[in-house]
C-alpha cells in the first residue's frame, strides 16, 4: 500500500493498524480497505472447458477464467454476466454457484484484496471471441485441464474443485 498522506487532512504519517483500515491520528480519519468482490466462470460445452489467455498484468500471458471485478451498485451474477459479455461477446444461461476463495491482485502498485466467487455453466462456443482484457481463448479436455498455467491461486483452487481433485497442502509458515 503506498498511500501516505492522509486524504481528508492531508498529515504524514498515516498508520495501518489492520490490513483492511489506514489510520490517520492526526485528523481521526479511517479508510476501510475491504476486500473487492469479483467473480469468475468455469463454462463448458460437452466434455471441455474454456479458459482464457491473460492479455495484461498481473499474470500476463497465463490462463484465467473469464470474469472480473463486481462494479459498485452492481450484484454479483450481474457482474459476472456483464464481464462474460465485455470478455467474450457471450450471453450465458444458468450459472449455478460452486465457492468463493480469497485472492490478491496487485495492480498499479496496490495489492488489491478481493473475494472471488466461481460459478460453473455451459456455454454456446459458436461466435465466442475474445475481447478487453482476453488476449485468446483456449478450449481444454475436462480430463487435461493445465492448473498450474493459471494465474490465480483462488481459480486454481476453484478448477480443483471442479474436476474433483485435491488442493495442494499449504506451504509451511
Ligand atoms: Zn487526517
Redesign the pocket.
Known amino acids: 500500500m503506498t498511500m501516505r498522506y492522509?486524504p481528508?487532512?492531508?498529515?504524514d504519517g498515516l498508520a495501518r493498524p489492520e490490513l483492511k483500515k489506514v489510520h490517520?491520528p492526526?485528523?481521526?480519519?479511517t479508510l476501510y480497505l475491504n476486500a473487492a468482490a469479483a467473480a469468475a466462470a468455469i463454462l463448458t460445452d460437452g466434455d471441455r472447458i474454456l479458459l482464457t489467455v491473460r492479455a495484461r498484468d498481473p499474470g500476463k500471458g497465463m490462463l484465467d477464467l473469464p470474469g472480473g471485478f463486481t462494479d459498485p451498485g452492481e450484484g454479483i451474477e450481474d457482474g459476472l454476466r456483464r464481464e462474460l459479455r465485455e470478455e467474450l461477446g457471450v450471453e450465458v444461461g444458468h450459472l449455478t454457484y460452486l465457492g468463493s476463495w480469497p485472492n490478491t491482485y496487485p495492480y498499479g502498485g496496490v495489492t488489491y484484496t478481493t473475494c472471488d466467487v466461481v460459478f460453473t455453466g455451459m456455454v454456446d462456443p459458436t461466435g465466442l471471441q475474445a475481447f478487453d482484457d482476453v488476449a485468446a481463448l483456449e478450449w481444454h479436455p475436462l480430463a487435461t485441464v493445465p492448473i498450474e498455467r493459471v494465474a490465480f491461486p483462488s481459480l486454481r483452487s476453484a478448477l480443483r474443485r471442479y474436476l474433483g481433485k485435491m488442493d495442494p497442502p499449504s506451504p509451511a509458515t
Do not use: D, Y
Open positions: 492522509c481528508s487532512c492531508g498529515a490517520c492526526a485528523c481521526g480519519f
